[in-house]
T-cell receptor, first 108, second 113 residues
């Protein structure tokens, strides 16, 4: 089944720095979504980008999509300690599948 | 408040026992999903349902069963046939298949002793 692969697996930065996470997938998609998960909690939807879109913004989040390379990136600008969480990309074909995520640690 | 509720949050069972995890949503969503999450494995799809009285197997359905008798409810039974049931189980719902975002519950952590 279609599944995104996030890179890096873990990322550690200081508050105020930007965090970039990448996602690669293998087949055609309808859209690609990014989710966030705090430890021991459910996932929360962050942003959806359609297959005919190249870039989308939401607050401090910027997502890009390159369907020719089958890749996406999530940029969090001016990170805060509260951004510490795992981030998952989810390519959407017939169902929504998730990779192993990127664990982001933002230190004060 | 609208949302998706999973219960119980923590569950302990002995080997060989079946256990049922509850998932209820009041978002009027047609589609509902069950995922399993293990450390370092990400989320894996167990079962999903796009409409009442219908459901499909996901990638790891063996040892699990579901029912969808009501739009609001999608319970998951972890049977004794599931070889390694200890995991974090997440239920989600969405407006329609193949399109939009999913809304997740807070998860149920099952530990088999």
């Amino acid at each position: 089944s279609q599944q995104g692969e996030e890179d890096p697996q873990a990322l550690s930065i200081q508050e105020g720095e930007n965090a970039t996470m990448n996602c690669s997938y293998k087949t055609s998609i309808n859209n690609l979504q990014w989710y966030r998960q705090n430890s021991g909690r459910g996932l929360v939807h962050l942003i959806l980008i359609r297959s005919n879109e190249r870039e989308k913004h939401s607050g401090r989040l910027r997502v890009t999509l390159d369907t020719s390379k089958k890749s996406s990136s999530l940029l969090i600008t001016a990170s805060r300690a509260a951004d510490t969480a795992s981030y998952f990309c989810a390519p959407r074909a017939s169902t929504l599948t998730f990779g192993k995520g990127t664990m982001l640690l933002v230190s004060p | 408040d609208g949302g998706i509720t999973q219960s119980p949050k923590y569950l302990f069972r002995k080997e060989g026992q079946n256990v049922t995890l509850s998932c209820e949503q009041n978002l009027n969503h047609d589609a509902m999903y069950w995922y399993r999450q293990d450390p370092g494995q990400g989320l894996r799809l167990i079962y999903y349902s796009q409409i009442v009285n219908d459901f499909q197997k996901g990638d790891i359905a063996e040892g699990y069963s579901v029912s969808r008798e009501k739009k609001e409810s999608f319970p998951l039974t972890v049977t004794s046939a599931q070889k390694n049931p200890t995991a974090f189980y997440l239920c989600a719902s969405g407006e329609a298949a193949n399109t939009g975002e999913l809304f997740f519950g807070e998860g149920s952590r099952l530990t088999v002793l």
